[in-house]
């Protein structure tokens, strides 16, 4: 368990070899990917003026950011009013603590959980067990990865690594269940029947946040099966651990968002369940609600004047199901919490660019743009994706190949040096040249030759062309 804020990701190019050897994993994935890529086009494309509601979706994202302070102590003060409590947590330490004291108060052996990215985020589910309180997962697909003992490889959708099959078989080990098939309905049937328990028996749940409303104190959640909704209605303590990226000023403010996140998350017009509750009702619902505010390094995110765009993520998982590296690599590869693109600009930001593992996630990008073009609040991932590279690079230790580049970008600055170093190329070359060609240079230059020919340099370079060229003209 980390000892603050979030979890330190494993090296991407080994976690990436593991997932990439793994096929069946791979086809899981190409398969789920490529499914809700294009129904996520036929349902964006139903609005003419889709491009108008991202437009506003990013700028009431960035509104709330320019003054977050103060709409986090408005949200503060509007919880209160309804009869809850607030806390704040400056890290994951903090935030795991207060969640862990608030269920031990209550004498919680076991809670449930709404599926819940930030409690992820902060290992919660780990300090909880430590504390001898067993947290029940009960989304289904977060339910499958508890049950096999595994990690989210999706933001959405956590287990999109599996197939049906390696969920029966699971099914059948661990929760004993008898199922003659492996129809997606069987499958739920079974988890239904095993939460059925835990929603009508369990005094205390655990939630995330999608959005809060500062002037009225509401908080929102979103999903697809409506075991959120049990979550936030049966039990008699819900606490809520939410980023204070996202909260909103004002109660139309979520209006966009409403279109923004179903049609980019599960290509729905509308999400089956969508939750708003507001403090404590008596008489109905939860009696006791507590809601806390997490940091997590997203102050120092909120600092940086490019890098704090990445705090508009509505957390949708449109980039993950676009990005040509996710769909090879999987989740598991970034072996980070935040997986695909936001995650590469996202977790090295939550770690104040002092996490090696982490920093090599900028990398782990073709810059092609898709994910930018997907993004319903139109988070510029590529343009932070090159300017974290820029300053992750500062922070390394200088080895050969950081020096090579400032040694080309040194002989590049002056036209001299160019035609020099061609010049001395073109005579270097000779042992290496075969049929016109380069097939293998030596040491580190190795790698570019790997898998392609180098075209050998010409006698004469443009520039000595052109300069005949205008003596003879």
Same mark, same amino acid.
């Given at each position: 368990?980390?000892?603050?804020?979030?979890?330190?990701?494993?090296?991407?190019?080994?976690?990436?070899?593991?997932?990439?050897?793994?096929?069946?994993?791979?086809?899981?994935?190409?398969?789920?990917?490529?499914?809700?890529?294009?129904? =996520?086009?036929?349902?964006? *494309?139903? +609005? &003419?003026?889709? %491009?108008?509601?991202?437009?506003?979706? !990013? $700028?009431?994202?960035?509104?709330?950011?320019?003054?977050?302070?103060?709409?986090?102590?408005?949200?503060?003060?509007?919880?209160?009013?309804?009869?809850?409590?607030?806390?704040?947590?400056?890290?994951?330490?903090?935030?795991?603590?207060?969640?862990?004291?608030?269920?031990?108060?209550?004498?919680?052996?076991?809670?449930?959980?709404?599926?819940?990215?930030?409690?992820?985020?902060?290992?919660?589910?780990?300090?909880?067990?430590?504390?001898?309180?067993?947290?029940?997962?009960?989304?289904?697909?977060?339910?499958?990865?508890?049950?096999?003992?595994?990690?989210?490889?999706?933001?959405?959708?956590?287990?999109?690594?599996?197939?049906?099959?390696?969920?029966?078989?699971?099914? =059948?080990?661990?929760?004993? *269940?008898? +199922? &003659?098939?492996? %129809?997606?309905?069987?499958?739920?049937? !079974? $988890?239904?029947?095993?939460?059925?328990?835990?929603?009508?028996?369990?005094?205390?749940?655990?939630?995330?946040?999608?959005?809060?409303?500062?002037?009225?104190?509401?908080?929102?959640?979103?999903?697809?099966?409506?075991?959120?909704?049990?979550?936030?209605?049966?039990?008699?303590?819900?606490?809520?651990?939410?980023?204070?990226?996202?909260?909103?000023?004002?109660?139309?403010?979520?209006?966009?968002?409403?279109?923004?996140?179903?049609?980019?998350?599960?290509?729905?017009?509308?999400?089956?369940?969508?939750?708003?509750?507001?403090?404590?009702?008596?008489?109905?619902?939860?009696?006791?609600?507590?809601?806390?505010?997490?940091?997590?390094?997203?102050?120092?995110?909120?600092?940086?004047?490019?890098?704090?765009?990445? +705090?508009?993520?509505?957390?949708?998982?449109?980039?993950?199901?676009?990005?040509?590296?996710?769909?090879?690599?999987?989740?598991?590869?970034?072996?980070?919490?935040?997986?695909?693109?936001?995650?590469?600009?996202?977790?090295?930001?939550?770690?104040?660019?002092?996490?090696?593992?982490?920093?090599?996630?900028?990398?782990?990008?073709?810059?092609?743009?898709?994910?930018?073009?997907?993004?319903?609040?139109?988070?510029?991932?590529?343009?932070?994706?090159?300017?974290?590279?820029?300053?992750?690079?500062?922070?390394?230790?200088?080895?050969?190949?950081?020096?090579?580049?400032?040694?080309?970008?040194?002989?590049?600055?002056?036209?001299?040096?160019?035609?020099?170093?061609?010049?001395?190329?073109?005579?270097?070359?000779?042992?290496?040249?075969?049929?016109?060609?380069?097939?293998?240079?030596?040491?580190?230059?190795?790698?570019?030759?790997?898998?392609?020919?180098?075209?050998?340099?010409?006698?004469?370079?443009?520039?000595?062309?052109?300069?005949?060229?205008?003596?003879?003209?």
């Amino acid at each position: 368990m980390s000892a603050g804020g979030i979890r330190p990701p494993r090296p991407f190019p080994d976690a990436a070899r593991e997932t990439l050897q793994d096929t069946q994993m791979r086809r899981n994935l190409k398969h789920a990917t490529t499914t809700i890529r294009e129904k =996520r086009l036929r349902a964006v *494309a139903e +609005l &003419p003026d889709w %491009e108008e509601i991202r437009t506003r979706g !990013a $700028a009431l994202k960035d509104v709330a950011l320019a003054d977050l302070a103060e709409h986090l102590l408005m949200l503060e003060a509007s919880v209160k009013r309804r009869g809850g409590q607030v806390h704040w947590a400056r890290d994951g330490k903090e935030a795991r603590r207060i969640v862990a004291d608030l269920a031990a108060a209550h004498g919680a052996k076991e809670i449930i959980k709404v599926k819940s990215i930030s409690s992820d985020e902060i290992e919660l589910n780990a300090e909880l067990e430590a504390r001898g309180i067993h947290a029940v997962e009960t989304d289904l697909a977060e339910l499958i990865v508890q049950l096999a003992g595994d990690t989210p490889s999706h933001i959405l959708v956590p287990a999109i690594h599996k197939n049906r099959a390696e969920i029966r078989e699971l099914f =059948r080990r661990e929760l004993g *269940a008898d +199922l &003659p098939t492996d %129809e997606p309905k069987v499958l739920a049937e !079974a $988890a239904r029947l095993y939460l059925r328990e835990k929603f009508l028996t369990t005094k205390v749940a655990v939630s995330g946040a999608n959005f809060a409303i500062a002037a009225t104190g509401t908080v929102c959640i979103v999903e697809s099966e409506g075991n959120g909704r049990m979550c936030l209605t049966l039990p008699d303590v819900l606490i809520s651990v939410m980023g204070i990226e996202k909260v909103l000023p004002e109660w139309a403010d979520i209006a966009p968002f409403m279109q923004l996140l179903p049609r980019s998350s599960t290509a729905e017009r509308m999400n089956p369940y969508t939750s708003f509750w507001s403090g404590v009702t008596p008489g109905d619902g939860p009696q006791e609600f507590h809601l806390v505010l997490l940091d997590n390094g997203r102050t120092d995110v909120l600092a940086d004047k490019v890098g704090r765009e990445t +705090l508009r993520c509505i957390r949708c998982s449109a980039c993950l199901n676009v990005c040509p590296v996710y769909e090879r690599a999987g989740g598991h590869a970034y072996g980070s919490v935040y997986p695909g693109p936001i995650g590469a600009i996202l977790t090295p930001q939550l770690l104040q660019l002092e996490d090696d593992n982490a920093n090599s996630l900028p990398w782990a990008s073709s810059l092609c743009g898709a994910c930018y073009d997907a993004c319903p609040v139109k988070i510029n991932i590529p343009e932070i994706l090159i300017y974290l590279r820029g300053q992750i690079t500062p922070h390394k230790t200088p080895n050969a190949e950081s020096i090579a580049m400032k040694t080309a970008a040194w002989i590049f600055n002056e036209p001299f040096r160019f035609e020099g170093a061609l010049k001395l190329a073109r005579i270097g070359q000779g042992p290496l040249v075969q049929h016109g060609a380069i097939h293998a240079l030596p040491g580190l230059l190795g790698g570019w030759t790997s898998s392609r020919n180098l075209p050998a340099f010409p006698a004469k370079s443009f520039r000595e062309l052109w300069r005949e060229e205008g003596q003879h003209g």
